[in-house]
C-alpha cells in the first residue's frame, strides 16, 4: 500500500506538482511520426502531462509542439492554416512558427513589431525513428536525445503503435513489471497469438506457476528477474528491465520480435500506452507485420479514425463469457492489451493505493515506487537529475536465458542485459 | 446509454467504493542472519508496526529436517533477549523476511526456509549493503539465498526495507 499523499505525489503529473516536474526531465513519446506525413499536414492536438498542445509540420518540414490556443482571443489553432512556414489561426489570422514564436498580426503594422511580442509556449519535437518526441523541462536542461534501441534500428526492423488508456499512467505502468499476472490473465494468448507462440520459453511459463523473483537495481532503474523451473536443476529466467518512470521491454521469446512499453500521462485520468515491437537483427516477416497492424501481439484493434481500441469500456471489452468458461481466455477479453487495460481502467480513474494488499512478489513494484519517491524528492530538493534520463540508461536489453541454478542472473546475463551495439543479437530462449 | 463499465469506472464511481478495512493484520517476522544486519532490524523496530515482530540473531541445535519429521530446535532472539523457537514463531507467521548483509553466506536461511517450507509460510529475502562489496561478494550472498526465498531483493538503501514493510502492512 501506499499513503494518500505518496500516491497522490506519484499519480499526479500535470503542471507544477513534484512528480510532473521530475517526469518532465524525460524526453517522452509524443506522437508518432505518421500522424504528421508530410509538410503542411493537419496540425494534430496532442495532450501530455495536462497540457493542451498542438503539433505542426511546417512547409520546411521543421516539426513544432505549441500551446493549442491563439494568443489573441484564445481560439484552439487546431482550426489554423498550415501555410508558408507557420499555422495561421482563421479568427483573425495570427500566425506562429514552429517555436510558437508569432510572425504575422495582419491588423498591426509590420513596423510596428508588435508580433515579436507574442509566443506561444513551445516544446522541442524530435523525429527518432517512428516516434516524436518531446522534452517538456526547464530549456537549461534539455539532456540528449534519447537512445531507445527500438528507435535507432532499421524502419523495416520496427513497428510501434499508440492506444488511449482511461486511466492512470501508474497503474498501467505497474502492471507492466508485475510479471506474475502472466500466467494467469495472459496464459490462453501464450499458445496462440502468432507472436508469442512456439517459444521454448511457454513451456516453463505455464508448467511453472509459482515463479520466484529477484530484484536487482541498476543505474536506471530495475532488473526484476523470474525464474521457473526449467530441465537438469537449471532456472529459466525472464529478466524485465524498467527504466525510470515509465518505460519497460519484456523478456523475448523464441526468434519472435522484441517488444515493451512506454506509458505517458494524458492527464492524471488518461494515458498513452505505447508498445513497440522490433527484432534487432532482422527484418519484420510480412506475417509478423501484419499481425501487428490487425492488433495482436501487445497491440490491439482501434475504433475506426482513432486510437482508442476497439474494445473499450463502452463496449464491456467485448467481454465474452463463453470464452473465458471454456479457458480460451482467462479473463473473458480478448488480447493482451486489452486484457491489461480492462482490468487497469477497472480499478477506477486514479487507483486507490490505500487499499490495496501487496504481497512479498509484488516487490518489483514496490521497488519501483521507492525509487520514483526518492528521485522525485531528490529532484526538489537538490534538482538532482532522475535515473533513465541519461541516454545510457537506454542501452539495455531484456533477456529470457536458462542459467545453472546458482548462478545469479546479474552475473549470468550481465553482457546480454547491455546493449552493447544496435542490432546485436538477442539473447532469448 | 452508456455501458455498465462505463458508468462504474468514473472518479464519481470511485468514491463510492466501500470504506472499510478489507484485511486483517498480517503477521510479518523480520529476522536478522548476521551482525552486520541486526543493527538494521534494530532500528527498524522503533518504528510504528501493525503485526510486525523483530529478532537479531539464530541459534542451532541439530541439523535441519524437512518433511513432517522435524526435529532440529532453532532459536531466534527478540529484541529484549528473550529466547524464542523458530518454530512456534513461523507458526505463527504470514510472512518471514530474512535480512542479510552482502559478502556474508547465512547458513541460518536454509533451516529458517526449511521451517516456513514446512509451515507453508512466504519467505523473502533482502540483501543490504549490496555498494559496500564486490559484485563476487554479493553474488555469493545471493547464491547462499536464492533456493530460500520465494522473493529476493538487492536493495541499495537501508530505507527500501521499512518501505516494503509498510507496502507489506507489517
Known amino acids: 500500500m501506499l499513503r494518500k499523499e505518496q500516491n497522490d505525489l506519484l499519480t499526479q503529473t500535470g503542471p507544477g506538482t513534484p512528480f510532473g516536474q521530475m517526469f518532465r526531465c524525460y524526453w517522452v513519446p509524443a506522437l508518432l511520426a505518421d500522424e504528421l506525413p508530410e509538410n503542411e499536414c493537419p496540425p494534430v492536438r496532442v495532450k501530455l502531462f495536462s497540457e493542451r498542445l498542438l503539433a505542426f509540420r511546417d512547409t520546411d518540414g521543421k516539426y513544432g509542439l505549441i500551446d493549442e490556443f491563439c494568443a489573441h482571443r484564445g481560439v484552439s489553432l487546431w482550426f489554423g492554416r498550415n501555410e508558408e512556414h507557420g499555422l495561421r489561426c482563421p479568427y483573425h489570422g495570427w500566425k506562429y512558427d514552429t517555436t510558437g514564436q508569432c510572425i504575422d498580426v495582419p491588423s498591426e503594422p509590420i513596423e510596428s513589431g508588435f508580433c515579436k511580442k507574442i509566443k506561444l509556449k513551445s516544446y522541442p519535437l524530435v523525429k527518432i525513428g517512428p516516434v516524436l518526441w518531446t522534452y517538456m523541462g526547464p530549456p537549461d536542461k534539455q539532456p540528449p536525445l534519447p537512445e531507445w534501441e527500438f528507435s535507432l534500428v532499421p524502419p523495416e526492423q520496427v513497428f510501434i503503435s499508440k492506444r488511449l488508456q482511461e486511466s492512470n499512467w501508474l497503474q498501467a505502468m505497474e502492471g507492466g513489471i508485475d510479471s506474475s499476472h502472466v500466467s494467469f490473465l495472459h496464459r490462453g494468448d501464450l499458445g496462440s497469438d502468432p507472436l508469442f507462440k512456439g517459444a521454448k520459453g511457454n513451456k516453463y511459463n505455464l508448467s511453472d506457476l509459482q515463479p520466484h523473483f529477484e530484484v536487482v537495481e541498476q543505474p536506471g532503474g530495475l532488473y526484476i528477474g523470474a525464474r521457473r523451473n526449467a530441465e537438469n536443476g537449471h532456472y529459466y529466467w525472464r529478466i524485465t528491465p524498467w527504466v525510470m518512470p515509465n518505460f519497460t521491454m519484456i523478456p523475448p521469446r523464441g526468434d519472435h520480435p522484441m517488444h515493451g512499453h512506454f506509458w505517458v500521462p494524458i492527464d492524471d485520468h488518461n494515458c498513452w500506452a505505447w508498445t513497440y515491437d522490433f527484432h534487432p537483427t532482422r527484418a519484420l516477416t510480412k506475417e509478423e507485420r501484419a499481425a501487428m497492424e490487425a492488433g495482436q501481439g501487445l497491440h490491439c484493434k482501434y475504433v475506426p479514425g482513432s486510437y482508442r481500441p476497439l474494445a473499450n469500456k463502452d463496449n464491456d471489452y467485448l467481454m465474452d463469457r463463453a470464452a473465458q468458461k471454456a479457458g480460451r481466455t482467462y479473463s473473458g477479453v480478448e488480447g493482451f492489451a486489452i486484457q491489461d487495460s480492462s482490468l487497469q481502467e477497472s480499478m477506477g480513474p486514479v487507483c486507490d493505493r490505500t487499499k490495496e494488499n501487496l504481497v512479498s512478489t509484488d516487490n518489483g513494484i514496490i521497488m519501483a515506487r521507492h525509487r520514483m519517491l526518492r528521485a522525485a524528492k531528490a529532484y526538489q530538493d537538490k534538482g538532482t537529475i532522475p535515473p533513465g534520463v541519461d541516454p545510457q540508461h537506454h542501452h539495455i536489453r531484456s533477456v529470457s536465458i536458462v542459467l545453472p541454478p546458482d548462478q545469479a542472473f546479474k552475473d549470468g546475463a550481465k553482457e546480454a542485459l547491455t546493449r552493447h551495439r544496435v542490432g546485436a543479437a538477442q539473447t532469448t530462449v | ?170
Not at chain 2, 88 to 111: F, I, N, Q, R, Y
Not at chain 2, 137 to 145: G, K
Open chain 2, 1 to 170: 446509454m452508456l455501458s455498465e463499465s462505463a458508468r462504474m469506472t468514473t472518479a464519481e464511481e470511485a468514491r463510492c467504493r466501500i470504506d472499510y478495512p478489507n484485511s486483517k493484520p498480517r503477521a510479518t517476522k523480520i529476522i536478522a542472519l548476521d551482525p552486520q544486519s541486526e543493527a538494521v532490524v534494530k532500528r527498524l523496530a522503533q518504528g510504528k508496526w501493525q503485526q510486525a515482530s523483530f529478532f537479531t540473531s539464530v541459534d542451532f541445535d541439530g541439523a535441519p529436517r524437512g518433511g513432517e519429521n522435524w526435529s532440529m530446535k532453532a532459536w531466534l532472539s527478540d529484541l529484549a533477549g528473550r529466547t524464542k523457537d523458530l518454530i512456534d514463531e513461523v507458526a505463527t507467521a504470514d510472512l518471514v523476511v530474512m535480512v542479510a548483509s552482502a559478502g556474508t553466506k547465512p547458513k541460518t536461511a536454509g533451516v529458517i526456509a526449511e521451517a516456513c517450507g514446512v509451515r507453508k509460510v512466504m519467505t523473502t529475502a533482502l540483501i543490504i549493503g549490496s555498494d559496500e562489496h564486490t559484485d563476487e561478494e554479493l553474488s555469493r550472498t545471493l547464491a547462499a539465498l536464492r533456493p530460500h526465498a520465494g522473493m529476493l531483493v538487492i536493495a541499495s538503501d537501508d530505507d527500501y526495507i521499512e518501505q516494503m514493510l509498510v507496502a507489506l502492512r507489517a
